[in-house]
């Protein structure tokens, strides 16, 4: 006997949400309150979108992608299959999600998603291209035009093809009198912890490593130290 399959999403759209006429929202979907999607953008079922949203034109949000509350995803972006972004992530213009890793035209075999984390505030700038299976730091900054192809560190700017290290910026977006992770140093220096502080907010960071700056002002997300080693990717800690 023939038995229909549920959908593992039930679909809910918030009353306070507006999309345009010109949108097309696949069911099931879930989205937030106050959260706006302009014209001719399409999201595909089993995407969820959170509160306080917004989705600008001609976007592509595909299956099985999740926004929190108050991303911004601006105009033409595209965002595949895979992809996860924290709160208060800025998504710039013409941002593109690769393909997952294994596609082929014509598959032999069932592809395999790989997961692309965008945590908490990061800022994409606009025609940046981000490889699928990474994950970008919480309040990092990626230039305009560049290649994501490895981890990028909570705090770190990064920018061109192929990707380079610019130093760091503080949760408010005020640089931080931080030496960039790739510049010249001594191995002493690498492993040398020292605090600093933003000259404008005053929150202060901790360079635990190279790679690797914790914020050390107490706020209202829990940081956890650990999110930055794993060694079985390609990180920016590993490159060639």
Not at 100 to 126: D, F, K, M, Q, Y
Not at 184 to 202: A, D, G, L, R, V
Not at 212 to 223: C, M, N, S, Y
Request: glycine share 6%; hydrophobic share 35%.
């Amino acid at each position: 006997m023939h038995r229909e399959i549920e959908p593992f999403l039930e679909d809910h759209r918030a009353e306070t949400a507006y999309i345009h006429e010109s949108s097309y929202v696949d069911t099931p979907c879930r989205i937030g309150e106050h959260t706006s999607i302009l014209h001719f953008t399409h999201v595909m079922a089993h995407a969820i979108i959170g509160n306080h949203c917004f989705i600008g034109r001609n976007v592509t949000i595909a299956s099985g992608v999740l926004l929190g509350d108050n991303v911004r995803v601006m105009n033409n972006a595209q965002l595949n299959s895979g992809v996860i972004m924290e709160n208060q992530v800025y998504c710039g213009s013409s941002v593109v999600f690769a393909e997952n890793r294994h596609v082929r035209a014509i598959p032999r075999n069932i592809s395999r998603v790989s997961p692309t984390l965008v945590r908490l505030g990061a800022e994409l700038g606009p025609n940046t291209t981000v490889a699928s299976g990474h994950t970008i730091g919480r309040f990092a900054f990626i230039e305009a035009g560049t290649i994501v192809d490895r981890n990028i560190p909570d705090f770190a700017v990064a920018y061109g093809n192929p990707l380079k290290f610019a130093g760091w910026r503080c949760e408010c977006g005020q640089s931080l009198p931080i030496q960039a992770p790739n510049a010249p140093s001594s191995s002493s220096q690498s492993e040398t912890e020292e605090e600093f502080s933003c000259s404008y907010c005053n929150r202060r960071y901790l360079r635990q490593s190279r790679w690797k700056v914790l914020q050390l002002t107490q706020g209202d997300t829990a940081f956890d130290s650990h999110s930055q080693s794993d060694p079985t990717v390609r990180t920016a800690q590993n490159i060639d």
